[in-house]
């Protein structure tokens, strides 16, 4: 029996209720390995089940690299293949494609397709197809008649969607072929599976076969798989499954066991299951990925290689709440405009009747001082309401002026956003959207202006150009003078420069101001050990 362990170091600033959470989630991890363990030793001279490369087999590189532990995992369209669930939260379309050459000529290719129906609501279809070379057939006494091939085929149609907080559902209706010679046969069948996210972990379960139907003379195995991934530490992550096959005559247990580390579009894989150890790895972009595998089987090595296309690509989360709130003050604006017009069509008949009130009263004025006051005050209320659809006039210009200063801030195009603003405040100084949109504006330059040249200084700094770093260093704290890592960086470099003059003294004492600026950087206590270590041999000299 082998014990299956996991490694991962708990952060050391990690709260502990977060280390008790994800101690408890290494430990599922461990008691399913053991599982799975048990449940090979128990079904050890069992025999293959029908149909049983849609069990074994991969639909694309990642997976591959991941040796098979996908159950949980979700986003492409080829997670099909493993969970029907897993492409209900993509709002891409997506086509892949997979090959893979095999074992003494045979092969296996796999073209998956996913179309977003709504937010959270994703249809997909695919085709899978295991064939082999020639085979050479021969008669009772020996004799070479033909050769011919054999071919499996497996056809998808699924449908996932989210079924309500953080759990998705989906199902798969397939129809498979198997031919071999002059034989055939055909089923139809059904996979059903749920995939539920709770922060860093994701948990999936995935029926498959839940119609048990026949290909040809055997039955496809109904099986139950479960799987887990967790995010273990920043890009990192783990994933595992456990497959049951057969679960209605005999249990077949077996696990699977990947992880994936992420650099910036890149990633690196590794796996091992029941069969083989595997790695891959593969570079994602948002309109493609490009992904690699290399399995080490018992029987040999094999390559595989998937590439995935995505386009029509729906917009960021952020992007839809930047969208809402656009048609929301849209709305607003479109209701202001309706009223300002009704407004207008009232107005212009209160001047026509205002007008021929007029020529009475202009009439009578001459005569009746009462008159003339009532005039006056006529007089008083039109410039009133003058005033006032000038003034609705002015707001409905400055909505959608802060509309368009919007739009440049979500662009972060801050010096247009600047400028409108700018103007909405030279013509209404107390305008308090206007007010907080400028001081975001201002929050967000001095900010990425700051940040901008601390990884400038940053950069001098590596390239052993300290004076230069100290310089840009200085720069940041004119702009931000609490940047506290800018602040260090200068005392930093300043050690640096003494330390090539030999005036170890000054470079402690530049060390000693940086620690009490960060006393929690364990890089400067180093340093300063090492230069104290200099310091205390010539001492001793």
């Not at 749920?194 to 039955?219: H, Q, R």
């Not at 273990?232 to 783990?238: A, E, H, P, R, V």
Request: with cysteine; charged share 25%.
């Amino acid at each position: 029996m082998t014990l299956i362990t996991i490694p991962y170091v708990i952060p050391a600033k990690a709260g502990i209720y977060k280390k008790i959470k994800i101690l408890r989630k290494v430990l599922l991890c461990v008691i399913l390995s053991l599982i799975c363990v048990i449940s090979d030793c128990c079904a050890n001279g069992t025999s293959g089940i029908a149909a049983e490369y849609l069990l074994s087999f991969y639909p694309d590189a990642r997976t591959s690299a991941l040796a098979g532990a996908a159950t949980s995992l979700s986003g492409s369209s080829s997670s099909i293949y493993y969970n029907p669930a897993g492409i209900a939260s993509d709002f891409y379309n997506e086509l892949s494609f997979f090959y893979t050459p095999l074992f003494y000529g045979t092969k296996f290719t796999y073209i998956s397709y996913s179309y977003p129906l709504a937010p959270k609501e994703t249809i997909a279809g695919s085709i899978g197809v295991l064939s082999t070379g020639d085979i050479e057939k021969t008669n009772s006494v020996g004799e070479t008649l033909y050769d011919f091939s054999s071919q499996d085929t497996v056809f998808n149609l699924d449908y996932a969607v989210n079924l309500g907080g953080p759990i998705d559902g989906g199902i798969n209706i397939k129809f498979l072929t198997q031919s071999i010679d002059d034989f055939s046969a055909h089923a139809f069948s059904a996979d059903a599976g749920v995939v539920s996210t709770e922060e860093d972990t994701k948990y999936g379960i995935a029926v498959k076969n839940v119609i048990p139907l026949k290909l040809g003379n055997d039955k496809l195995p109904m099986s139950l798989r479960l799987g887990l991934a967790q995010r273990i530490y920043d890009k990192l992550y783990f994933s595992g499954d456990l497959a049951f096959d057969n679960i209605l005559q005999k249990s077949i247990s077996k696990l699977f066991f990947g992880a994936e580390y992420q650099y910036k579009v890149y990633f690196f894989r590794v796996g091992t299951n029941y069969k083989e150890t595997t790695c891959g790895i593969g570079v994602a972009e948002d309109k493609f990925s490009l992904d690699y595998a290399v399995s080490f089987h018992t029987l040999d090595i094999t390559h595989r290689f998937s590439i995935a296309l995505r386009f029509g690509v729906e917009s960021t989360e952020a992007e839809k709440h930047a969208i809402k709130l656009l048609e929301e003050n849209k709305l607003k604006v479109d209701e202001e405009e309706v009223r300002i017009s009704q407004k207008r069509k009232d107005l212009a008949k209160d001047i026509e009747v205002f007008n021929v009130e007029k020529e009475k009263v202009e009439k009578l004025l001459m005569n009746d001082a009462n008159l003339k006051k009532e005039w006056q005050k006529i007089q008083s209320e039109k410039e009133q309401i003058s005033f006032e659809l000038e003034n609705a006039r002015k707001k409905q210009q400055f909505s959608q002026m802060l509309l368009n200063a919007q739009k440049y801030f979500d662009k972060k195009e801050y010096e247009n956003a600047s400028d409108i603003t700018n103007q909405i405040l030279k013509e209404d100084p107390q305008n308090e959207q206007g007010l907080t949109l400028l001081r975001k504006i201002s929050e967000m330059s001095t900010s990425t202006f700051a940040k901008e040249k601390y990884l400038k200084a940053v950069d001098f700094y590596e390239q052993g150009r300290f004076s230069d770093a100290a310089l840009k260093a200085g720069e940041v704290i004119q702009i931000d003078g609490g940047y506290i890592d800018a602040q260090v960086l200068i005392h930093k470099s300043k050690a640096q420069n003494y330390i090539i003059q030999k005036r170890y003294q000054d470079a402690k004492y530049e060390l000693v101001e940086a620690i009490k600026i960060n006393p929690n950087d364990k890089s400067i206590l180093e340093f300063l050990q090492r230069v104290q270590t200099i310091l205390d041999v010539m001492e001793g000299k």
